[in-house]
Antibody
């Protein structure tokens, strides 16, 4: 069973960069034809896809966030990471990492506030 | 972007009765390798979405057989044959066949 766990600061200053890491267990992020996603969900609202990284290392981002998003991997630690720059209050949300569409982390709340 | 429209927005169901949620796509979901990547999730308060159905009609591991998925092209349906109290929450469809991945707006299911 693949398990994912998000980690990172829960509070980010406006205009700064949000950085989160997803640690994967029970499966390798670099094996097979897998892809690894970041999603987010503002309180009381629906789900938004941020972007994904393929097992090959290539990435794909939501055009609405593309200019601010970077997803990268550390295969030695079986982790992949999200960086979202120039954050505003609108980026306050629960952030989830997910393996394909099947396995989701528990999510981590990130609040953008001074 | 592919827009997924879920109906109804909310559903109140008597235990033991069936329920159905529709997910309509703004364009026909293409197949990739013979598969249509349409998923159904249940999200309970304070929890991440939990996968119920993948690739339109395949039940995920451990999901009760009262849940079923069907559809093709632009019309997809999640059916619960006999609703139980533990089925309350918000149901979402998601397409992963074309980027950006997109979600339906959600259907809230409650028990009468």
């Amino acid at each position: 069973q693949v398990q994912l766990q998000e980690s990172g600061p829960g509070l980010v200053q406006p205009s700064e960069t949000l950085s989160l890491t997803c640690t994967v267990s029970g499966g390798s992020i670099s094996s097979g034809r897998s892809y690894w996603n970041w999603m987010r969900q503002p309180a009381g609202k629906g789900l938004e896809w941020i972007g994904r990284m393929y097992s090959s290392g290539s990435t794909s981002y939501n055009p609405s966030l593309q200019s601010r998003v970077t997803i990268s991997a550390d295969t030695s630690k079986n982790q992949f990471s999200l960086k979202l720059s120039s954050v505003t209050a609108a980026d306050t949300a629960v952030y989830y990492c997910a393996g394909g569409g099947r396995y989701w982390g528990q999510g981590t709340l990130v609040t953008v506030s001074s | 972007d592919i827009v997924l429209t879920q109906t109804p927005l909310s559903l109140s169901v008597t235990p033991g009765q069936p329920a159905s949620v529709s997910c309509k796509s703004s364009q026909s979901l293409p197949q990739s390798g013979g598969k249509t990547y349409l998923y159904w999730y249940l999200q309970k308060p304070g929890q991440p979405p939990h996968l119920l159905i993948y690739e339109v009609s395949n039940r995920f591991s451990g999901v009760p057989d009262r849940f079923s998925g069907s559809g093709s092209g632009t019309d997809f349906t999640l059916k619960i044959s006999r609703v139980e109290a533990e089925d309350v929450g918000v149901y979402y469809c998601m397409q992963a066949t074309q980027t950006p991945l997109t979600f339906g707006g959600g259907t809230k299911v409650e028990i009468k």
